[in-house]
């Protein structure tokens, strides 16, 4: 990734951090205690929910899934890669471990959801095999194009930066936040990173054990 890239991305990654806090600062007035403790859990709401794009992405399974469809759960959005050598597995060990500490009430409504930003290759197979060394009930959603992959993500606020996949071993820049989408489907707000462990595990049950 050339200087210029990298600027652009981090630029693009402190413009959606600096809007979730201001959207969290707007939400702390009616219920400043709540607010006050979910921002220090790296929990943002936003004060009004977003709408999805509907685009089709491929489950670990080789299924179809509708991304504005993810409904019935709360889910964390993680953008990143199988071949990830260092957030991806620290994210997703701590997403294991966090949701296993969670009430059972809690651990059901709530699902962990990685949107694959290396489709080239991050195929199903590929992906099952990976989740299932953290958690078999992760799902895996790997995009028909990057095109439709930088839409989500726009969609979201959640920035990567496509890889050239001409060099071997290649790497991908993501964003380590998660998109937090509410069981109607639609985007409720981020979970900053780096993870509090504990502070989340104490702050999700109130927020996901209700519709």
Not at 26 to 35: D, E, F
Not at 56 to 81: D, H, R
Request: positive net charge; hydrophobic residues 40%.
């Amino acid at each position: 990734m050339t200087k210029s890239q990298r600027n652009v991305f981090i630029l693009v990654a402190l413009i959606a951090l600096a809007m979730g806090l201001a959207f969290n600062n707007l939400m702390t007035k009616p219920n400043q205690g709540n607010s006050a403790a979910r921002s220090e859990a790296g929990i943002i709401l936003l004060p009004q929910s977003r709408q999805l794009p509907a685009i089709t992405l491929t489950n670990q399974n080789a299924e179809p899934v509708l991304i504005n469809e993810l409904k019935g759960q709360w889910s964390l959005l993680f953008f990143g890669y199988t071949y990830c050598p260092d957030i991806c597995p620290t994210t997703l060990s701590q997403l294991r471990q966090i949701k296993s500490e969670l009430p059972k009430e809690a651990q059901d409504n709530l699902q962990v959801v990685l949107v694959s930003v290396d489709p080239n290759r991050d195929t199903p197979k590929q992906l099952k095999k990976y989740l299932s060394y953290f958690d078999p009930q992760f799902v895996g959603l790997t995009p028909r194009s990057i095109e439709e992959l930088q839409t989500l993500s726009n969609a979201v606020s959640i920035p990567f930066i496509p890889a050239d996949t001409r060099k071997p071993n290649y790497t991908v820049d993501h964003s380590g936040n998660l998109a937090l989408i509410g069981p109607d489907g639609t985007q409720r707000g981020f979970i900053r990173a780096p993870f509090n462990t504990q502070k989340m595990v104490a702050q999700l049950p109130g927020l996901v054990e209700g519709k």
